[in-house]
């Protein structure tokens, strides 16, 4: 006849079993999860090994994909080069990397980017796709960031286009002609990943384009989208593999300025280019400042707050952007600062793209000095001029960010 006792004794252990069991899963999780991890790696390496097919060992072939290969030397390219760096870009010499990797997609390797943001990854596509012969296409996840890029290059006279749903039937059937006949001038064209995956007839219009050999490089930027183990994964990413299955001797430049190992391995998996030349710059921001201020408990106080620090720091009406987490927030926020005499204007994901782009144009053009936005806006986001300081309102505290000529939203 068990007592009392005897079922709390037999309770208690097997409570100190479940927690042992627990434990042993927890571990096992931990173990699982670090297989998972070699096993890709793995798998790449066996992919680099069969691409080769030189007798190499997989290790030496991976590791060719950031060999000691010379590309810094003299090139033929080099004066034209130099040409347009100068006279198309304004840009009187290169940062860190950014010659070699030119040099690199002019002798029409892939090539894997990873460079601070900022520090002038898309100089190393753009200037290439002016030289070599044909469109160059250049994928980007945001459309915010597209119409930043094209927005910048038509301003410097290159003829850059992009095919979103902002595009207008006009633009639209020009855009078409100069990839199926090659008619009118067509350098740069940007699209969002979903136009690879979704648009049959975006895929073949490009087919034409590469049959006719016209097609002279493709780019994918923020290509850490493309990894799972990255922290923006983009599923439409994925079918950017068809890219170089489909166009096999077109040279694929990926950029990113976040990416571990693994989320390299990944991405060189994913878009099939496991000989590409690899370039890491260092990630140091020296022109990056936070500050880390206490917030009042009282909404109208930290609009005050934010006003008079955009106010005091910035009398010149240098731009920024304000990042809130709601819309509704968004709206409100920019409302109360045109009260207190600040031209701000909100930018959200639920305006529609017409909006957006406006908002966004204005800013650029310094029509508008401040955008309230959510995270919808701000990834690659690119303005050199003045200051430029982004503040979260988001947080317990008041987190800025000043004095940097570019930002992302995270
Ligand atoms: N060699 C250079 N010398 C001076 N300025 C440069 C140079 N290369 C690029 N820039 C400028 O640096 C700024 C940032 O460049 P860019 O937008 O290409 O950065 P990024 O690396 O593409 O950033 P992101 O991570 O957003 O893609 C731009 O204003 C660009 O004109």
Request: glycine share 6%; aromatic share 8%; net charge negative.
């Amino acid at each position: 006849m068990e007592t009392e006792a005897d079922v709390l004794e037999e309770l208690l252990n097997i409570e100190t079993e479940i927690e042992d069991v627990q434990d042993q899963i927890k571990l096992l999780l931990e173990r699982q999860e670090k297989l998972h991890e070699r096993q890709s790696e793995l798998k790449f390496l066996l992919e680099a090994y069969k691409a080769s097919g030189t007798g190499n060992s997989a290790n030496e072939n991976a590791s060719r994909s950031s060999s000691l290969e010379d590309w810094s030397g003299s090139f033929e390219w080099d004066s034209q080069a130099d040409d347009v760096r100068l006279n198309i870009f304004g840009i009187p010499s290169y940062r860190q990397n950014q010659k070699e990797i030119i040099n690199a997609i002019m002798s029409g390797r892939d090539v894997l980017v990873i460079m601070a943001a900022g520090g002038g990854k898309s100089l190393c596509y753009q200037l290439p796709a002016i030289l070599r012969d044909g469109v160059a296409l250049v994928i980007s996840p945001l459309l915010s960031l597209i119409q930043d890029q094209v927005m910048g290059l038509t301003a410097l006279g290159i003829p850059a286009f992009m095919l979103t749903s902002t595009t207008s039937k006009e633009n639209e059937k020009f855009i078409y002609k100069a990839l199926e006949k090659g008619e009118g001038e067509l350098k740069i064209l940007y699209v969002t990943p979903e136009k690879i995956s979704k648009s049959k007839r975006f895929m073949s219009k490009l087919e034409k384009c590469h049959n006719a050999g016209r097609l002279s490089l493709i780019s994918i930027d923020e290509a850490h989208c493309c990894s799972q183990w990255g922290h923006d994964f983009r599923p439409d990413y994925k079918s950017l593999s068809i890219l170089k299955t489909q166009f096999s001797n077109v040279p694929v430049v990926a950029l990113t300025a976040t990416a571990t190992q693994k989320v390299q391995y990944d991405v060189m998996e994913m878009l099939r280019i496991p000989k590409c030349v690899k370039f890491v710059s260092t990630v140091n921001r020296p022109n990056l400042f936070y500050t880390v201020r206490s917030k009042s408990s009282v909404g109208k106080v930290v609009v005050d707050e934010i006003a008079e620090f955009i106010q005091e720091s910035y009398s010149n009406s240098e731009s920024g952007i304000v990042y809130c987490f709601s819309r509704k927030e968004c709206e409100q926020v920019a409302a109360e600062l045109r009260e207190r005499g600040i031209a701000a204007d909100y930018y959200h994901a639920d305006m529609d793209v017409n909006a957006r782009e406006k908002v966004h144009t204005w800013w650029s053009k310094n029509k508008l000095q401040v955008i309230v936005g959510t995270v919808a806006f701000g990834m690659g986001i690119n303005k050199p001029d003045g200051g430029y300081y982004y503040i979260r309102t988001n947080l317990p505290v008041l987190s800025l960010c000043s004095d940097v000529y570019f930002c992302n939203s995270r």
